[in-house]
């Protein structure tokens, strides 16, 4: 009997505490308000993208892929004697060209292609218009560097949590608050990069020319910080 008076007793102790733990849960949500505050800023893009690609037909696979293969490695080798220019393989592919019933192979097709990225946006326009003449422009685009991104990055999360503070003081003045004690705070970074269309034709026939490079317009992308946290407004 006294060990079943023990055991009740230990279980009355544990659901007590139990409630009063769940109450001081309860009490500690109370006046909790969650808030957002975003920054923002427009960045230059420094990296420069261009995608350059081989492109051809032949009856014979191996000699089809023989062909892409040597293309595509002269214009590496070309590219990669060019100081400040990183040249990588993109993607490459192939597939069967069918006869008008679409039932018979008759040829093979294979796209190959080189990818450039450069902070010398001159030197890569330069190169590009030399490339062009073996290659077909896929594209081109850009970016922010990392190290770059980074940067900004630091400075606006700065500013986030001033903001977020900012925020929680109005929050708590607006109830009548005295104070507030931060509950949360989460900071997450991200960006958006509008669609830069690119005049390629016009482009491809002013590199190939041989002169000037053309006047590259790099664009901005917005970099934004965001911080979503939850304070607990302190009531007199």
Do not use: C
Not at 27 to 56: G, K, P
């Amino acid at each position: 009997m006294h060990a079943m008076t023990r055991l009740a007793t230990a279980f009355a102790l544990a659901a007590a505490t139990f409630g009063s733990s769940a109450l001081l849960a309860d009490e500690a949500r109370y006046n909790q308000i969650a808030l957002r505050a975003e920054v923002s800023q427009e960045i230059a893009h420094d990296l420069m993208h261009v995608t350059l690609y081989s492109e051809s037909q032949n009856e014979d696979a191996a000699k089809l892929a023989a062909e892409i293969t040597n293309t595509l490695n002269a214009g590496l080798t070309q590219a990669r004697a060019v100081k400040g220019i990183t040249a990588a393989l993109g993607s490459r592919h192939s597939y069967p060209v069918y006869d008008d019933k679409g039932q018979t192979i008759t040829a093979w097709r294979e796209r190959g292609e080189i990818r450039l990225e450069s902070a010398d946006f001159a030197a890569l326009s330069t190169l590009t218009g030399k490339m062009l003449k073996t290659l077909k422009m896929g594209g081109m685009n850009f970016s922010i560097a990392s190290p770059t991104r980074k940067t900004h990055e630091d400075a606006l999360l700065k500013d986030a949590v001033n903001a977020f503070k900012a925020r929680a003081q109005l929050a708590t003045d607006a109830l009548g608050g005295s104070g507030y004690k931060l509950v949360s705070l989460n900071l997450n970074s991200g960006g958006f990069q509008p669609p830069m269309p690119m005049r390629m034709n016009a482009m491809k026939a002013e590199m190939m020319d041989g002169g000037a490079s053309p006047q590259i317009e790099a664009g901005t992308s917005q970099v934004t910080v965001n911080a979503d946290g939850v304070i607990e407004v302190q009531m007199p």
